[in-house]
């Protein structure tokens, strides 16, 4: 099995240069969990990207919900990888006003209405969401995978911002480049002008 490298660095550093098709779950948020859910395999062979200081504290907490395969840490963390020379990627974000600017453009009607795809629970989905947004659960996220569109831009948020920039990771290592995370997700969409609801079509 191909080894799986597993950035657990905070999002806010994340999303400004990885190594490329790394995933990210950080270890600031529901890291047992996610890494159980989405990693399936205990198995799985897994390369870690940690911030110094941090290494065994990932590799515990890892290895609590079985998964004890770490064969590799980055030394000296992705300052070490971009200092040889080595190519990385980024994630663009957006701020959630700077969204709702997008989807309520005033009245000009020949702005296509941005596609915006919400990753949380299937129930904080239905108690409100975004307008005409798309509920594609992290959880399930593989069984969404043909519904992010290849090309043209599309938004991805969740609650906080976490389970956004993992959904975001995700999809990049399966070759879809072109998601922007809305910064402070839900929480943050609520302090401004977008249209939300309750009503599920």
Known sequence: TEAIILDVRHQTEFVQGFVPRSIFIGLAGGFAPWVGALLVDVKQPLLLVVE???????????????????????????????????????????????????????????????????????????????????STPLDYLKNHISEFPSEGDFYIHCAGGYRSVIANSILKSKGIHNGIDVLGGYSAITKTDLTVTDYVC
């Open 52 to 134: 110094k200081g941090l290494e065994k504290e990932a590799i515990v907490r890892l290895s609590r919900v079985g998964f004890d395969n770490v064969i590799g840490i980055l030394d000296g963390g992705l300052k070490s990888w971009k200092a040889a020379g080595k190519e990385t990627d980024t994630i663009d974000t957006i701020e959630a006003i700077d969204l709702a600017k997008l989807v309520e453009p005033g009245n000009d009607n020949n702005v296509p209405t941005p596609t915006i795809f919400d990753v949380r629970k299937p129930g904080e989905f239905t108690s409100e969401h975004i307008e005409n947004a798309k």
